[in-house]
């Protein structure tokens, strides 16, 4: 299966951080081998108590709310959502065109986002990134 939908359900991992496409679904992530297991009994023991296995992560985010039990998991992760916004840039010309930025938001930061303004600048969220030390520390 080629297209853009596989572009983002990667699992990435460096010295700090563990990197997962938006794309994943919960029961997808769940079944991927190259997902760690502490992520997948943190996902499964905490998270799939307050969200359907079906839905993507990107979705998830999108409508996280700061006071949710989930929230305040990923918050114990030290996650970070990487997303893409559409800015009008002008050419030489002076001709209009829209590019994609990306940006790195801290959880907090991005769950204070209110739904419409998330929706007016027409963000996409790309990436969860979760921090390896949060992980190792986190109990289950």
Do not use: W
Not at 11 to 29: C, K, M, P, T, V
Not at 77 to 92: M, T
Not at 119 to 128: A, F
């Amino acid at each position: 299966m080629m297209g853009t939908d596989t572009d983002f359900k990667y699992i990435l991992q460096d010295a700090g951080q563990i990197y997962l496409g938006a794309r994943f679904s919960y029961e997808e992530l769940l079944a991927e081998e190259m997902a760690p297991f502490k992520l997948k009994a943190v996902v499964s023991q905490y998270i799939l108590k307050e969200v359907d296995a079906c839905a993507t992560l990107e979705s998830h985010f999108y409508h996280m709310a700061g006071d949710s039990f989930a929230f305040q998991t990923y918050r114990e992760l030290k996650v970070k959502v990487k997303v893409s916004v559409p800015e009008r840039k002008k050419s030489l010309t002076g001709k209009e065109r829209f590019v994609y930025k990306d940006r790195v938001y801290p959880l907090k930061e991005f769950a204070d986002l209110n739904l419409a303004k998330k929706k007016q600048t027409g963000l996409i969220i790309r990436e969860i990134s979760i921090s390896k030390l949060g992980l190792m520390t986190f109990t289950v």
